[in-house]
């Protein structure tokens, strides 16, 4: 993780000279002098701090973040604390210090997410209410129950839902190893791609409507091919073959008797030979 700024430490070998000082020496040497040699000698002393709040933050994380950066965050969060640090309060350091290194660490888990904490908040709010709805209503939620429930009107409900939406966004450079394999394994190299297509299935989908539309005339193929393929309406359909809507919705009822009284013969025939 690249640095935010000078830290001052010079070193990361403690100081021989300074090996016989206690921590009390330090810290009245420090107040005194200010000398970075003995922050260093401070930030040595209370490392295992940083490192204990690392290690419980990072247990409640996803793989993708790396104890190492906390740790660094810490560090800041350490060094911070001891330049701030006043003795006559009266407050050990230990307890001084714990939350301005968890408070650094926090900011830099922030800094990694791309969603706002608004955003997170929305998706969260959602998500509650959805759960209470389910359990009430024993089924799915329909939006204006949800809108309702969060007493918003359809506009800013959509709006929260947009939101919700994308805190389920993930990086593509996302790993997602499973199992003991050492190869990195990311959500790019497992996601599937929309657009290939199945070759078994294309011509499968291609003897399907070659079958449904053999024997038909012209206008009754491009009936089934813009109704069930292109998903067009029947007053849509009556448009482009220049047919009114009932004449089309009455050749569509023709074409769907014929095809299956074909389907059936079909059938038995499937069924003799086998």
Same mark, same amino acid.
């Given at each position: 993780?690249?640095?935010?700024?000078?830290?001052?430490?010079t070193?990361?070998?403690?100081?021989?000279a300074?090996?016989?000082?206690? @921590?009390?020496?330090?810290?009245?040497?420090?107040?005194?002098?200010? #000398?970075?040699?003995?922050?260093?000698l401070?930030?040595?002393?209370?490392?295992?701090?940083?490192?204990y709040t690392a290690e419980?933050?990072h247990?409640?994380?996803?793989? +993708?973040? &790396?104890i190492?950066?906390?740790?660094?965050?810490?560090?800041?969060?350490l060094m911070?604390?001891?330049?701030a640090?006043?003795?006559?309060?009266?407050?050990?350091?230990?307890?001084?210090?714990?939350?301005? @290194? +968890?408070?650094?660490?926090?900011?830099?888990?922030?800094?990694?997410d791309?969603?706002?904490r608004?955003?997170?908040?929305?998706?969260h709010?959602?998500?509650k209410a959805?759960?209470?709805?389910?359990?009430n209503?024993?089924?799915?939620?329909?939006? &204006?129950?949800?809108?309702? #429930?969060?007493?918003v009107?359809?506009?800013?409900?959509n709006?929260?839902q947009r939101?919700?939406?994308?805190?389920?966004?993930?990086?593509?450079?996302?790993?997602?190893?499973?199992?003991?394999?050492? +190869?990195?394994?990311?959500?790019?190299?497992?996601i599937?791609d929309?657009?290939? #297509?199945?070759?078994?299935?294309?011509?499968?989908?291609?003897?399907?409507?070659?079958?449904?539309?053999?024997?038909?005339s012209?206008?009754?193929?491009?009936?089934?091919?813009l109704?069930?393929?292109e998903?067009?309406?029947?007053?849509?359909?009556?448009?482009?073959?220049?047919?009114? &809507?009932?004449?089309v919705?009455?050749m569509?009822?023709?074409?769907?008797?014929?095809?299956k009284?074909h389907?059936?013969?079909?059938?038995? &025939?499937?069924?003799?030979q086998?």
């Amino acid at each position: 993780m690249p640095s935010k700024r000078t830290t001052g430490v010079t070193g990361s070998k403690p100081m021989k000279a300074d090996q016989s000082l206690d @921590i009390e020496q330090i810290w009245h040497l420090f107040h005194k002098t200010h #000398e970075d040699r003995y922050r260093n000698l401070l930030m040595e002393h209370y490392e295992t701090l940083v490192r204990y709040t690392a290690e419980r933050l990072h247990a409640k994380l996803p793989d +993708k973040v &790396e104890i190492d950066d906390l740790m660094s965050a810490g560090i800041f969060g350490l060094m911070d604390a001891i330049d701030a640090y006043d003795p006559k309060r009266g407050v050990k350091f230990e307890t001084y210090c714990a939350p301005r @290194i +968890k408070g650094a660490i926090l900011d830099e888990l922030r800094s990694m997410d791309w969603v706002p904490r608004l955003v997170r908040a929305r998706a969260h709010q959602v998500a509650k209410a959805t759960h209470a709805l389910e359990l009430n209503l024993g089924r799915k939620p329909e939006e &204006e129950e949800l809108a309702q #429930e969060l007493n918003v009107d359809m506009e800013e409900f959509n709006r929260l839902q947009r939101d919700a939406k994308a805190v389920g966004l993930v990086s593509l450079s996302t790993r997602c190893n499973e199992g003991d394999s050492d +190869k990195d394994i990311c959500e790019i190299d497992v996601i599937k791609d929309q657009r290939s #297509e199945d070759p078994l299935i294309e011509a499968q989908k291609r003897d399907l409507k070659n079958l449904l539309t053999k024997g038909l005339s012209r206008a009754e193929r491009l009936i089934v091919v813009l109704y069930y393929y292109e998903e067009m309406t029947m007053k849509e359909i009556g448009a482009t073959l220049d047919l009114s &809507e009932s004449r089309v919705s009455q050749m569509h009822s023709s074409i769907v008797a014929r095809l299956k009284a074909h389907l059936t013969t079909r059938k038995r &025939e499937f069924a003799v030979q086998s």
